[in-house]
C-alpha cells in the first residue's frame, strides 16, 4: 500500500518550528527530559517491582491482592507513558543509551519496542486518523472509529460494551498483534522496515523473559487459579487506562478522520494542520493527570513535537496556541478529562447510529 502524501505548500509547520526552536534557545534548556522526569520514571519502577514481589513472593490477602493487580495494571500503563514513550521517541534523555534502555521497558512489560515503534511513531504519528493506513484506528469488527469505516449491528451498543473491548487491549498487544507483525512483516496494511539479527533476538528474548516473569513465576509460587484471576484483573486493568488515554486523543467528537483523494493519493493539508485536525488535548490544567499520563493529555504538543519530551508540553502549548490563532487553526481541547471522555462515547453512540 501507498503511503498518503501531503500538501507541502503551507508555511504553518515551519513556523511552529522556528518559534519552538527559538524557545528553547532563549530559555537555555534542552528538548529532552529533565531530573523531575527521571526521579518520576525511578519511582514508577522501584513501584511496579515492589507491587510485583510483593503479590508474588508474600501473598497479600485476598482484597489486598486484588487492589495490587489492579495498581500493578495501571503502573504498567504509567511506565508505558512516561519512561517507555520519551524514550522510544528520544526524548526521555539526551544520551542515546539511555533512551533505548527507557524504551526497552516495554520488552519487560511483555509487547516489543520494534514493534511498537513501527506502529506508532512511524505508522500513527506520521497518518494519524487516516483509515486503512492509522493501525491504532482499527478495532474492527468490534468497535467502529470512523465513518469511513464498514457498519455492524452491534456497532449500535458500541458506546455501551467499549471498556469492555478497551479492556482486552493489553492482553491482545501482547498475546497475538506482536506476534501478528512479526510473521506478517506488516501494521496493518503497511509494511515495517526489515528486522535486523538483534531484533529478532530480542523479540524472542523478552517474550520468553515475560512468559518466565509473569506466568512460570507466579503460577509456581500461588498456583494457577489465583494467578489466571490477578493476572487478567491486571492485564485487563492495564488496557483500559492504556485504550481510554489513546481514545481521548483522536476519537472524540471534535476530531476528523480525513483520507486521502482517491485519484492523487494526497491529503488537502499540510503534515502539521492534519495533526492539529486529528488531534485533541484534555485536562491540560490538571497537574497530577498530567504527571501520571506522561503529558500525554497534551497530544497535540506530541504529535508535532515528539522528539520533545513531555515535561515541556505545559510551556511550548502557549506558543502552539499562538501561532494556531494567528494562522486560524483550530486547536481541539477540552478542559476537562471527564468532559473528552463524554465526548468520546458520544463518537461511538453516533457511529454506531450512522
Known amino acids: 500500500m501507498l ?7 503551507g508555511t504553518f509547520h515551519l513556523e511552529l518550528k522556528n518559534r519552538i526552536s527559538a ?13 523531575k522526569l527521571f526521579i518520576k520514571a525511578i519511582l514508577m519502577v522501584i513501584s511496579f517491582i515492589a507491587v510485583y514481589v510483593h503479590l508474588v513472593f508474600f501473598t497479600p490477602p485476598t482484597l489486598l491482592a486484588l ?5 500493578l495494571g495501571a503502573l504498567t500503563a504509567f511506565i508505558g507513558f512516561n519512561v517507555m514513550h520519551d524514550g522510544a ?3 526521555f534523555s539526551k544520551y542515546t543509551w539511555v533512551n533505548k534502555l527507557a524504551g526497552s521497558s516495554i520488552n519487560f512489560l511483555g509487547a516489543n519496542v520494534f514493534m511498537w515503534s513501527t506502529k506508532h511513531n512511524v505508522v ?15 478495532a474492527r469488527p468490534f468497535l467502529r472509529l470512523c465513518d469511513s469505516q464498514k457498519r455492524y449491528g452491534i456497532h449500535k451498543y458500541q458506546h455501551i460494551y467499549a471498556i469492555a473491548a478497551y479492556s482486552l487491549l493489553y492482553l491482545y498487544w501482547v498475546f497475538f498483534t506482536d506476534y ?7 501494521v496493518g496494511n503497511m509494511p515495517m522496515a526489515k528486522m535486523k539479527v538483534r531484533d529478532h533476538i530480542s523479540f524472542w528474548g523478552f517474550k ?15 498456583g494457577f487459579w489465583p494467578w489466571l484471576i490477578g493476572f487478567v484483573i491486571y492485564g485487563m486493568f492495564a488496557g483500559i487506562v492504556l485504550s481510554v488515554v489513546f481514545q481521548l486523543a483522536h476519537t472524540v467528537e471534535d476530531t476528523h478522520f480525513p483520507l486521502p483523494d482517491a485519484e492523487t493519493n494526497r491529503i488537502e ?10 488531534t485533541a488535548n484534555f485536562a491540560t490544567n490538571n497537574k497530577i493527570i498530567s504527571w501520571f499520563l506522561g503529558g500525554l493529555n497534551f497530544q497535540i504538543e506530541h504529535h508535532l513535537f515528539p522528539k520533545v519530551s513531555h515535561v515541556h508540553y505545559p510551556e511550548i502549548s502557549k506558543i502552539i496556541k499562538q501561532v494556531c490563532q494567528e494562522y486560524n487553526i483550530p486547536y481541539i481541547e477540552y478542559p476537562k478529562m471527564r468532559v473528552a471522555f463524554a465526548s468520546h462515547i458520544s463518537h461511538l453512540k453516533n457511529l454506531g447510529r450512522a
Do not use: M
Not at 124 to 138: G, K, L, M
Not at 269 to 278: C, F, M, S, V, Y
Open 23 to 35: 524557545y528553547f534557545q532563549e530559555v537555555g534548556k534542552s528538548s529532552t527530559g529533565n531530573y
Open 67 to 71: 487492589a495490587e493487580c489492579l495498581l
Open 180 to 186: 501478528e507483525k512479526y510473521f506478517t512483516k506488516k
Open 269 to 278: 493539508d499540510e503534515w502539521a494542520i492534519h495533526q492539529l485536525k486529528t
Open 89 to 91: 521517541h528520544g526524548s
Open 208 to 222: 520468553a523473559l515475560h512468559l518466565v516473569l509473569f506466568l512460570a513465576i507466579p503460577i509456581y509460587f500461588i
Open 3 to 9: 503511503a498518503p502524501r501531503f500538501n507541502t505548500k
Open 124 to 138: 500513527h504519528h506520521s497518518f494519524t486518523n487516516i483509515n486503512e493506513v492509522d493501525d491504532d484506528i482499527d
